[in-house]
Nanobody
Framework: QVQLVESGGGLVQAGGSLRLSCAAS????????MGWYRQAPGKQRELVAN???????NYADSVKGRFTISRDNAKNTVELQMNSLKPEDTAVYYC?????????????????WGQGTQVTVSS
């Protein structure tokens, strides 16, 4: 099994910064895309940012220039540096990973979610 464990959420004032971290553990052969999603109350879960193993990144328009995603392939970790936070960034943030794992005599590809971490930005 593969698990994603997030850390770093919390309460911050508008204009402040937070750094989210996510570590993948378990039977992992490789991880292609790692990313962060968020879900605010009453809204659908949305992509915040993702990064593929080669380093290419993708950001939601609403966070471009404020958030930076990075990963350490050797440690199977991904981080999200969030600066200039706004009240509308308030949400539960979920780590996501596209993981290849061994199974019997083959390999399978799984999409795995973390448990989520709350980010609250006060005005």
């Amino acid at each position: 099994q593969v698990q994603l464990v997030e850390s770093g959420g919390g309460l911050v004032q508008a204009g402040g910064s937070l750094r989210l971290s996510c570590a993948a553990s378990g039977s992992i052969l490789s991880i292609n895309t790692m990313g962060w999603y968020r879900q605010a109350p009453g809204k659908q879960r949305e992509l915040v940012a993702n990064i593929i193993s080669g380093g290419s990144t993708n950001y939601a328009d609403s966070v471009k220039g404020r958030f930076t995603i990075s990963r350490d392939n050797a440690k199977n970790t991904v981080e999200l540096q969030m600066n200039s936070l706004k009240p509308e960034d308030t949400a539960v943030y979920y780590c996501n990973a596209d993981v290849t794992t061994p199974q019997f005599m083959s390999v399978i590809r799984r999409n795995v979610w973390g448990q989520g971490t709350q980010v609250t930005v006060s005005s």
